[in-house]
T-cell receptor
Framework: DGGITQSPKYLFRKEGQNVTLSCEQNLNHDAMYWYRQDPGQGLRLIYYSQIVNDFQKGDIAEGYSVSREKKESFPLTVTSAQKNPTAFYLC?????????????FGPGTRLTVL | QKEVEQDPGPLSVPEGAIVSLNCTYSNSAFQYFMWYRQYSRKGPELLMYTYSSGNKEDGRFTAQVDKSSKYISLFIRDSQPSDSATYLCAMSPIISNFGNEKLTFGTGTRLTIIP
């Protein structure tokens, strides 16, 4: 089955630690995205990548980093510089180009900072 | 002011009722309009997608876009308990190749269908 997988489903982190969230897709999509979802704020774009080895900052990139070494994979690292990292993180992908608006989402990772 | 405004609810209606969910927006460049459904603790799933003004129907769901009023709606007929979820509107402008193509989301409306 084609789709987007995210792991882990739940993640707990101590303050001051970096953590990496995994996102993999087998839809052969060129574009991939990371969003953060907080209650009452909708989805906010962290980073996005249109093609392999290229990515751009979204609206709230501070304290996050990404890489796009393979078409299928777009991991997100939440660094200790992110002041309020507890949130629900969603990865999405789309065909790219003029089809970018049809984004398909993974099941999400809930990160809690202890 | 946010680019996209959506009433967060919560909205509770009895089973079988017609549900109306709405978003307003301020950016006249938006051309593509989407509705996503998100069940609790899950990722959003694309429900409806429309381009420019007009109506689109898919089973019990109808998406409506009024660009002159900058207003979009999602109607759910014969609502079922399984429709209980958060509904997110999303929109984007005409997309050029590898430009700043981004979706702008509403905050979501939490809907509960009461059996």
């Amino acid at each position: 089955d084609g789709g987007i997988t995210q792991s882990p489903k739940y993640l707990f982190r101590k303050e001051g630690q970096n953590v990496t969230l995994s996102c993999e897709q087998n839809l052969n999509h060129d574009a991939m995205y990371w969003y953060r979802q907080d209650p009452g704020q909708g989805l906010r774009l962290i980073y996005y990548s249109q093609i392999v080895n290229d990515f751009q900052k979204g609206d709230i990139a501070e304290g996050y980093s990404v890489s796009r070494e393979k078409k299928e994979s777009f991991p997100l690292t939440v660094t200790s510089a992110q002041k309020n990292p507890t949130a629900f993180y969603l990865c999405a992908s789309s065909l790219g180009g003029s089809a970018n608006h049809e984004q398909f989402f993974g099941p999400g990772t809930r990160l809690t900072v202890l | 002011q946010k680019e996209v405004e959506q009433d967060p609810g919560p909205l509770s209606v009895p089973e079988g009722a017609i549900v109306s969910l709405n978003c307003t927006y301020s950016n006249s460049a938006f051309q593509y309009f989407m509705w996503y459904r998100q069940y609790s603790r899950k990722g959003p799933e694309l429900l409806m997608y429309t381009y420019s003004s007009g109506n689109k129907e898919d089973g019990r769901f109808t998406a409506q876009v009024d660009k002159s009023s900058k207003y979009i709606s999602l109607f759910i007929r014969d609502s079922q308990p399984s429709d209980s979820a958060t509904y997110l509107c999303a929109m984007s402008p005409i997309i050029s190749n590898f430009g700043n193509e981004k979706l702008t989301f509403g905050t979501g409306t939490r809907l509960t269908i009461i059996p």
